[in-house]
């Protein structure tokens, strides 16, 4: 059918363009993320690429349903703008019309939507955990580029070994500087390397110098040393949040906790939103020729943005318990639909006004 046809070439042409124009956008900013995380010591530069695309790709869901809602809302708002809404209203096509043509080009995505927020989302997150813990495992000093300055990772040490340091766990020339409890450590010494106890890696300096400064009590020590020992390895605490984030559907569903439904409460909410975007899509566009698009634009934005930010916090809502899984859907997600539907009934009934008074006219001519 020509109508059909017509919708879905068009409504292809916006979704691929929008595509490209957010992923390039969002690219972008994921890129400068991943650098600072790289710079920060929590990955290893060498997999920022590997990363980068593990976070594309947990993510590739939020961007395929913000293009679908943008293009469906674009394709519709310059039909009505070029009055070739007006004609296909004139022919017999109701606003309802256009849902059976959207759904068709929808429908592969959709899936692709609920394949991405259900297996894929866990998948790249426990990929970006793997990497990460990877390279957290490795020791403080193993970490440690000679002759450049470098975090710790709990964040609570600074290391610093000078140049000439070419073995492997050992150091000529160490500098420490330590934030524990309110209390400022500056430890320096001529060698350090490190030592396995019990399992636990330590950092053991000789013939050096550590310095302790309480700006509380006001107090500055000096200790001079021989040998000095410290433990250099922690372990990065993971939230339940984000373990459950890194977790198949059938995992969460095996043990049912609050912070598991709240996480399939999100997944399963994506999945529900993009189909309720894509009827607010084809019920939102209304433009007088007369005016521009920007109306219409604007009020996607804020529609997306402002569900988007709904469905992200029923997720909080179920961890905390104050609605069940099935509570949180149906009470956030069934006024949308609710809504959606209506708008587009109250749009077809429009187009039968439109045709009815078009009609009339024609008919009193013929009958005279």
């Known amino acids: 059918m020509l109508f059909h046809s017509s919708i879905r070439n068009e409504l292809s042409r916006y979704f691929w363009a929008?595509?490209?124009?957010?992923?390039?956008?969002?690219?972008?900013?994921?890129?400068?993320?991943?650098?600072?995380?790289?710079?920060?010591?929590?990955?290893?530069?060498?997999?920022?690429?590997?990363?980068?695309?593990?976070?594309?790709?947990?993510?590739?869901?939020?961007?395929l349903t913000l293009s679908l809602y943008i293009a469906t809302v674009s394709t519709l708002s310059r039909m009505y703008a070029d009055s070739e809404m007006v004609i296909w209203q004139a022919s017999g096509q109701s606003t309802l019309a256009l849902v059976r043509p959207a759904l068709m080009f929808a429908l592969p995505w959709l899936l692709a939507?609920?394949?991405?927020?259900?297996?894929?989302?866990?998948?790249?997150?426990?990929?970006?955990?793997?990497?990460?813990?990877?390279?957290?495992?490795?020791?403080?000093?193993?970490?440690?580029?000679?002759?450049?300055?470098?975090?710790?990772?709990?964040?609570?040490?600074?290391?610093?070994?000078?140049?000439?340091?070419?073995?492997?766990?050992?150091?000529?020339?160490?500098?420490?500087?330590?934030?524990?409890?309110?209390?400022?450590?500056?430890?320096?010494?001529?060698?350090?390397?490190?030592?396995?106890?019990?399992?636990?890696?330590?950092?053991?300096?000789?013939?050096?110098?550590r310095i302790e400064i309480n700006p509380e009590k006001n107090e500055f020590k000096v200790i001079e040393f021989e040998s000095y020992?410290?433990?250099?390895?922690?372990?990065?605490?993971?939230?339940?949040?984000?373990?459950?984030?890194?977790?198949?559907?059938?995992?969460?569903?095996?043990?049912?906790?609050?912070?598991?439904?709240?996480?399939?409460?999100?997944?399963?909410?994506?999945?529900?939103?993009?189909?309720n975007l894509l009827l607010l899509a084809i019920g939102i566009p209304f433009i007088n020729p007369r005016s521009?698009?920007?109306?219409?634009?604007?009020?996607?934005?804020?529609?997306?943005?402002?569900?988007?930010?709904f469905v992200n916090t029923s997720r909080n809502w179920v961890v905390v318990g104050k609605l069940s899984m099935s509570e949180m859907l149906l009470s956030l997600h069934l006024p949308v639909l609710m809504l959606a539907l209506l708008i587009l009934i109250w749009r077809s009934q429009q187009g039968l006004v439109f045709k009815t008074k078009r009609r009339v006219p024609t008919l009193q001519g013929q009958a005279a």
Not at 292 to 309: A, P, V
């Open 18 to 63: 929008t595509l490209v124009v957010l992923t390039t956008i969002v690219l972008t900013v994921w890129l400068i993320r991943t650098f600072g995380d790289a710079s920060f010591g929590r990955i290893s530069p060498q997999d920022v690429g590997l990363v980068l695309g593990y976070t594309m790709l947990s993510n590739l869901h939020s961007l």
């Open 113 to 209: 939507i609920a394949v991405l927020s259900l297996f894929a989302w866990p998948w790249a997150n426990q990929q970006i955990n793997e990497v990460r813990e990877k390279f957290e495992k490795r020791g403080d000093l193993e970490r440690i580029q000679p002759g450049m300055f470098q975090e710790s990772a709990d964040g609570k040490r600074v290391f610093f070994i000078d140049k000439s340091s070419t073995a492997q766990g050992q150091g000529n020339r160490v500098f420490i500087v330590a934030n524990e409890n309110n209390v400022q450590t500056i430890v320096s010494s001529q060698t350090g390397f490190v030592e396995t106890r019990l399992g636990n890696r330590y950092l053991v300096l000789n013939n050096g110098q």
């Open 229 to 275: 020992s410290s433990m250099v390895d922690t372990k990065p605490i993971q939230t339940s949040l984000e373990d459950a984030q890194a977790k198949q559907p059938q995992a969460l569903l095996a043990n049912p906790t609050p912070v598991h439904q709240g996480e399939l409460t999100w997944r399963i909410g994506m999945i529900v939103a993009a189909f």
């Open 292 to 309: 521009g698009r920007s109306g219409s634009l604007i009020m996607t934005l804020i529609s997306f943005f402002t569900y988007y930010n």
